[in-house]
């Protein structure tokens, strides 16, 4: 391995750049941590200041850029409506993966190959990314969610907890998400969380809010601006507030097409 200096803190029992032969080290810049039982494969570069906590495995080929945390265990207090979370899984960042200045990817979370997690953005606990997907400048992934490979979510996307995205999801900048049906207010009963649905192919136009529970399905579009409180229907247009139907989505603007 190299390091920029010796002032950063490898514990003894992290396994850095394992078998890595000339042209395949591991550089790891200053003042950054890497706890107990991390794994980090080979050719990886840490930035400066980066936190990797016990257990994170870090695949082969993986920037990792400065001032980020990897493996943050979630915070809770007493006036919580969540459970807190236990048994969380170390993260698991696959092979050849960019992770921006400043990410936070929590304890629990699953990046699958080839993704780029940009500057600023959360992923939360229990939160699973699949292959080549990016997720863009100050997205926040809340826990609990699944997002599939080659997804698309642009600048300060919020995707709210218990939301599921399938396979090639295009999400635009500005898009908001629920799963609180009472806002806060259904008092004497259990909450029930249930976040978004968005099936394979389907798209979300700049700064649309979608309420809970609510599906699109596969290459359905909500457009921009829209307030989203019914399904959408495979393969077209819903716009407007509240969010009606407005046409077919364009046949070569279909993924098989």
Do not use: W
């Not at 190299?2 to 803190?9: P, Q």
């Amino acid at each position: 391995m190299s390091f920029d200096n010796m002032n950063s803190l490898i514990h003894h029992t992290a396994i850095v750049g394992e078998g890595s032969k000339i042209g395949k080290e591991v550089y790891i810049g200053c003042y950054s941590v890497v706890g107990s039982h991390v794994t980090i494969g080979q050719n990886v570069k840490i930035g400066n200041h980066v936190v990797i906590h016990d257990g994170s495995v870090i695949g082969s080929n993986v920037r990792i850029d400065d001032h980020t945390v990897i493996g943050k265990m979630p915070m809770r207090v007493s006036a919580s409506i969540l459970a807190a979370a236990s048994n969380l899984s170390p993260s698991n960042i696959g092979d050849n993966c960019v992770i921006g200045t400043s990410a936070i990817l929590y304890r629990g979370c699953n990046i699958g190959n080839a993704c780029l997690i940009a500057d600023l953005s959360t992923i939360r606990e229990n939160v699973t990314i699949g292959s080549n997907t990016i997720i863009g400048r100050g997205v926040a992934v809340e826990n609990n969610c699944s997002i599939g490979s080659f997804c698309k979510l642009e600048t300060n996307v919020y995707i709210t907890a218990y939301s599921e995205l399938g396979d090639e999801v295009f999400v635009a900048p500005g898009v908001v998400t629920s799963n609180d049906r009472f806002a806060a207010r259904l008092k004497g009963k259990e909450y029930v969380f249930k976040g978004v649905t968005i099936k394979h192919g389907g798209r979300v136009g700049a700064q649309a809010t979608i309420l809970p529970e609510i599906t699109i399905y596969e290459e359905g579009f909500a457009a921009a601006g829209s307030v989203v409180t019914k399904d959408i229907s495979s393969n077209v247009i819903h716009c407007g507030n509240p969010a009606k139907y407005m046409k077919n989505v364009p046949e070569d603007q279909l993924l098989n097409k």
